[in-house]
């Protein structure tokens, strides 16, 4: 148990500092409310469009990129592993690996990496 009191202490110590740090700057710092801290910033210069929309489309792209990505890094202990799990282990990362390239397969089919 003594081996935890360190690491209680440290967490208790950031959380007392990071909530004493941001009451003092709530409570002490300036405030100046007024139109052009709502102006969106541009570089320092002055927005010529108020409103911008942007194509969800890249979002989409990054999103289903970051989860591809994702499972496929979590393949990488398996592989490193693969002599340990035996056959077992083998069928389970295949059934992974089928999972993702049915999700893969549905997401290209529905048009998912289109730009257009």
Sequence with gaps: ???YAALLI???VAGVL???ISFTSQRLGPRAPGGLKRVTYESGNVPEMPVMHFSIRFYRVAMLFL???VAVM???PWATSLASLHAAGF???LFFLL???VAFAYVWRRGGFKWD
């Design 1 to 3: 148990m003594s081996q």
């Design 10 to 12: 440290y967490l208790l």
């Design 91 to 93: 069928f389970k990362a």
């Design 67 to 69: 989860v591809f990505d």
């Design 99 to 101: 999972v993702i390239a």
């Design 74 to 76: 979590a393949l990488y």
């Design 18 to 20: 990071a909530a004493g």
